[in-house]
Each structure stands twice: as C-alpha cells, then as structure tokens.
C-alpha cells in the first residue's frame, strides 16, 4: 500500500472517529438531530451511529482497503440520504459532527461527503 493511500486511509479514519466521538458528547442532541430528519428510533441511532463510526475508524486503520469498502457504503447511503434532504429543502442540521454542528443541511454537506467518498473510493481503488 503506498504512503498516500494509508494517509487516505488514516485521514478518512479521523473523520469517523471525529464524527463518532462527537455524537457521543451530545448524544441527547444528536438524538434530537436525528428526529428533526425524521429517522426512526432517534435514541437508539444516537447510540448505534457512532458506534458503527467507531468500528469503522478502526477497520480504516486494521484494514484500510476493507475499512475504505465499509466507509464508502455508510457515505453513499448517508449521502443519499442527505441529498433528500436538501432536494426537500428541510432547513435542518445532520449533526454529522455532534451538537457543534447547528448548520442546515445544504449543498456544502454535499460537496463534502463527495470529496470523502472521493477518498474512500481511491483507497480502494489503489490500496
């Protein structure tokens, strides 16, 4: 594996730790985040999303190319997710990064996600 797709791969680790750990801080905030999106059983994915953000830093890390395969899946689904969003136009923060991220989901979100999916996929792609 060469020097810059473990750096991806690290890289994109981070930012699911970050995610992660974040949503933990606040998990009464993130469950309130994730029922304004609507989602079913907000308690139980304030709870159950960081977790899975959590085994997925540390497949990046073991495995990158297998953690790369499992964090481009979460992104595409969180992504599509998200795009309907904004498509709806419901003026609403994801929490992605914990309770610190009060900011309504928007085009920026998008563009965001796409560069990490970006990422996920070149670390398969060349790991």
């Known amino acids: 594996m060469s020097p810059l797709t473990l750096v991806a791969a690290t ?12 949503k933990l801080r606040s998990q009464e905030q993130t469950a309130q985040g994730f029922a304004a999106l609507h989602l079913p059983k907000p308690g139980t994915l304030a709870r159950a999303v960081p977790g899975v953000e959590l085994a997925t830093a540390a497949a990046l890390l073991v495995r990158p190319v297998w953690g790369a395969v499992v964090a481009f899946a979460l992104l595409a689904g ?12 419901i003026p609403v923060s994801c929490h992605c990064f914990g309770a610190g991220t009060e900011r309504p989901v928007d085009r920026r979100t998008l563009y965001r996600n796409a560069v990490l999916l970006l990422t996920a996929l070149a670390v398969v792609a060349f790991g």
């Open 11 to 22: 890289g994109l680790s981070l930012v699911f730790g970050w995610a992660a750990v974040a």
């Open 78 to 89: 969180f992504t599509a997710f998200l795009a309907d969003v904004v498509r709806r136009g």
